[in-house]
């Protein structure tokens, strides 16, 4: 289905507390992660049934310690 009153706006990579600030401060919707979902009082996560898949994935440091790198 195509909305074209609904715009879609990449907000890059990766997601911080200034995007979600813009979020709330534009009253904005926000497709994100359940991992996301108490990271703002004045947003609340609403947990959708589409047929969507966004990628994951897991961060951590470029030189990472022996016990991450051997597990």
């Not at 401060?25 to 049934?49: F, K, M, Q, R, Y």
């Not at 440091?61 to 991450?68: T, V």
Request: proline residues 7%; contains cysteine; hydrophobic residues 40%.
């Amino acid at each position: 289905m195509f909305y074209p009153q609904i715009i879609l706006e990449d907000v890059g990579y990766f997601y911080d507390l200034d995007t979600f600030n813009r979020c709330e401060e534009e009253g904005c919707l926000l497709l994100t992660l359940d991992a996301w979902n108490l990271i703002h009082p004045s947003l609340i996560t609403l947990p959708v049934d589409w047929s969507y898949q966004m990628p994951y994935g897991l961060l951590c440091q470029k030189i990472p310690q022996n016990k991450l790198r051997n597990a």
